[in-house]
Each structure stands twice: as structure tokens, then as C-alpha cells.
């Protein structure tokens, strides 16, 4: 999804003491902790712990480690997980202050999956300002930064990066001669990076259009590349209702795939406002053929679902599988759905689904991370990434424990060391889809030596982990540093080599 300066410098959970429903043994063996797998959820027995996972693909891990104590910093560093050393990373940092000593990723370095670019926030909103400033610079392997042609990118308020192309926004406001009353919306622009050098950006489209503008609620600026690289993605909630939006051009307006979905119902049918709202950020992907396009969110004020849209339809009909649905007469899902979870069978459902989603590279599966806050989980969620078929979500109905594949099983609990709590915006799946890769709370200290349950660590610490996709391996923990938070991990290709 797109980046917005500040974005990784989330607040920890903190630690409540609560039982653990499954307890892990430590391991010897630096990266290799023993994490009980497809156990029920509080089982006390869980199965033979599954082998630890061995990384065989060349892949790079980029991953923002945020320091609270004793001093609030950011560094961005990279990771070879194949190489499975005791402390294999690298600062983006060291390497942009000696082009620059004014420079760091205190403000944002984000790579592209090609392996190709590093963009680094190089200025904030200033006195008088709204967004900040991008700068573009080549990566290679090494990892190596070189400078580029490209001038400084100005007034940007949310970015990422598609196939050979830098995307970002800027804010507007007043953005058609119609709009007496200034609302804001934003534009959309694009720099080709796939020639030598660059002519500069182009303007692509403007969102709301001038249709929906009085509609929709002001948009922040986020988006989504599509994992085909070339299709933007834009939400448009309103109070009562989600909808989803594409555009691939060379030009044109958005179009509308799904919409609008309610947040409520009315006795009409109609769409009424509910107990929460819909966002511009909530969870939605688009499959690598550009024909698939999947959300997750709560639907009627009643189901956590997730729905399909096949755009080659063109008449934005769904299929909807329920994660977890109330009894039809109970609504209030935010304050209801914990008690939902206490009926016999559905103590493994999850609450809520962060993003983001990820296709598997075929566009058969969709990839996600989902849990719960209930308890004994109040303070520290409970999460596994988990997949699903995107056949599963076309039977509709209920989904039951086993239509999922659990690429983690974490047991739940706050305080042991290993129920892992994997952070929001986190997930990655590797360039051939076979690893996943998330940040989470540790189990293995600086040391890789196995926290004791209840440390406060275990609660404030996120640190990266990998496992495979296929669900056949235990994860493990790559990264240890006591009061660092990894906070989200970005998957790449092996750059080009350095020249």
C-alpha cells in the first residue's frame, strides 16, 4: 500500500499478566525457538513443533526498527534471511549519510520490490506546508546507494512503488470549478522509472471525482498498488458504506468495482451508519492478473467477512465468506463480537483482519494476517497468518476452521513468549510467494536466548520474523534488540549489482 511519512511509528501494546493458553520451549540453536504449532487454540498438548524454516530463496527483508528506550529514533535495515547469521543486518542510514550527512531514515526509506529503489522522505510538513519531500535513489546489492537523475519530489502526501513507476499523491483543495466550498481531494501523479532518464511526472487522475466529491468522506490520499504493479486502488467510504475503486489507464477515471457495502442496514434495505467506520485503508488486494480484487472488512454492522470481486465481470457482483457472523438479531459487532466468540466452536475466529492482503503469485489463495483483542488477549492481540483459497470465498457461507490453512497457529495469552503478536501492516510475502515475512513480538532475546514469560520485552519489543507459506515449517525469529520495534517488513527481489 502507499506510504505516508510517520507511518511505522506506531505505540507498543502493553503487557497485561493473563495465562497463556500454550507455553514454548527454548532452543539452543540461534533463530530456531520451538513454537507450538496447529495445536486447538488453549490446547496444553500441541503437536511435534514442526522444523524450524530454512530460507533457500535469495530474497532481501527491508524492515523500519524503531528504538523507544532509551532515546526515540528510526533506523531501516536489511536483511538476508537466508543467511541466518547472528545479527545480518545493515542500515540504510550509514549509507545515505555518507552521500548526504544530512540525511537518515528518521523520516521514511521505502524500497521498490524489484530491488531497483530506495525512496527517503528527506524533509516533513514544515510551517506554512502540508506534505513532505521524496528523494529517489538506486539500490544495489550490498546492499549500495547511488544517486539518480531525478529531482527532488515535492508536496507529496502518500507514495509506493508499481512496476517501473514512483506513484504519490498531493493534497488539493477546491479541485473543481463546481466546488464552491473547497472540499479536499487527491491527485494522483506517476514517474516512469523504466527509462534511463526520467522526463518527470504525470498527472493520472483526481479522486473523489467531481461526482462523488459531496459523497464521500475526504480521502487521506492512501492507495494500493495491485499486485500486478500497474492498478491503483482507491477506497471510498462514505458514513454508511465502503466501495472500492481501480484505475490502470493510460487515462481515464476511476472505476468503480464493488459498492456501495453497508455498514449498517436499514429497514429499506438501505445503508445506515454503524458503530464503527469505514476507512481508506482498510484491507483490500488486487491479484497479479489484475482480475481479482478482495477486501476485508464488517459488513451490516454484523460479520467480519471477506469478499471477491472478479473485475472481468464488470458489474461489481460479489461473493462473501464470513470470518465471524453474529446471530441475526445482534448487531454492535465492536461490542458484541468477543461475546460471539464464547459459543461453542467459534473460539478460533478472529475480530478483525489487518492489513494487508496478499495474493499467492498464482492469484489462487489470498494471504492474511487475522486475530482477536478478546480475552485473554485484551491488551496484546492474538494473530496467525492464515490463507484461503479464493474458490473458498466464491462457496460463500460460514468458513470453518479447516477451509483455512494455518501458515501460523500462535497459542493465545499475553505474557509467554510463544504467543506472538504479529504487528499491523506487517506481512510480506517473499517474490516467489513461498515465505512470509512479518514483524512480531520476540520469543529469543539480543542474545537468542528465550525470554522469561512475562517480561515487559515480550510486550514492547516487534522483531522480523520468516516461515513458509505452505504452512510445513515452525516460524523463526531473524532479528533480536532489546527496546527496538520492527515495524513492518517489505520483501525484495536480490538488487542488481553495484557497478
Known sequence: MARRVGWWLSVALPCVLAACGSGGAGSDVPFTPDVPQDGVVGDTAPDTPKAPTKVDEAFRVVFPYAQYAPSSTVQVEWLDPAQREADPKTSFDTLLAALDPALSCQQGCIPDRSGKWLAVVVSLPTSGTSDSTVRLFRLFDGPVLGSSSIPDVVGVRTFAFGTDAFVFTRMQYGCYESDTQKRG????????????????????????????????????????????????????????????????GPTGLPIQAVGPICAGTAPDGGCLSAGFGFLDTDPVALSPDGNHLVMALVERDQSLILTHVDLRDGT???????????????????????????????????????????????????????????????????????????????????????????????????????????????????????????AGSPMLDSSFQVIPDGQSQLGRDDEVWVTRRDGTTAPVQLTGRQSWKATSTTAIAVPPAAP
Open 316 to 438: 461489481g457482483s460479489r461473493k462473501t465468506a464470513s470470518l465471524l457472523t453474529m446471530p441475526e438479531a445482534t448487531t454492535s459487532f465492536a461490542t458484541n463480537a468477543c461475546y460471539n466468540r464464547l459459543i461453542p466452536g467459534n473460539e478460533w475466529r478472529p475480530t478483525f483482519v489487518y492489513p494487508p492482503l496478499r495474493f499467492s503469485p498464482d492469484g489462487t489463495e489470498v494471504v492474511f494476517v487475522a486475530g482477536t483483542s478478546c480475552q485473554p488477549n485484551n491488551a496484546r492481540p492474538w494473530t496467525n497468518v492464515l490463507a484461503i483459497p479464493l474458490a473458498r470465498i466464491d462457496a460463500e457461507g460460514v468458513i470453518a476452521r479447516g477451509d483455512l490453512r494455518w501458515i501460523t497457529d500462535f497459542p493465545t495469552g499475553d505474557t509467554l513468549a510463544a504467543c506472538v503478536s504479529i504487528s499491523r501492516n506487517s506481512m510480506d510475502l517473499s517474490p516467489t510467494g513461498d515465505y512470509v515475512v512479518f
Open 185 to 248: 481531494c487527491a491527485k494522483f501523479f506517476r514517474i516512469d522509472l523504466s527509462v534511463p532518464n526520467p522526463a518527470g511526472e504525470e498527472s493520472l487522475f483526481t479522486f473523489p471525482t467531481e461526482e462523488l466529491l459531496n459523497t464521500l468522506i475526504p480521502p487521506s490520499g492512501a492507495f494500493r498498488i495491485g499486485q500486478d504493479g500497474r492498478t491503483v486502488i482507491v477506497l471510498g467510504p462514505t458514513i454508511t458504506s465502503q466501495s472500492a475503486w481501480w484505475w490502470r
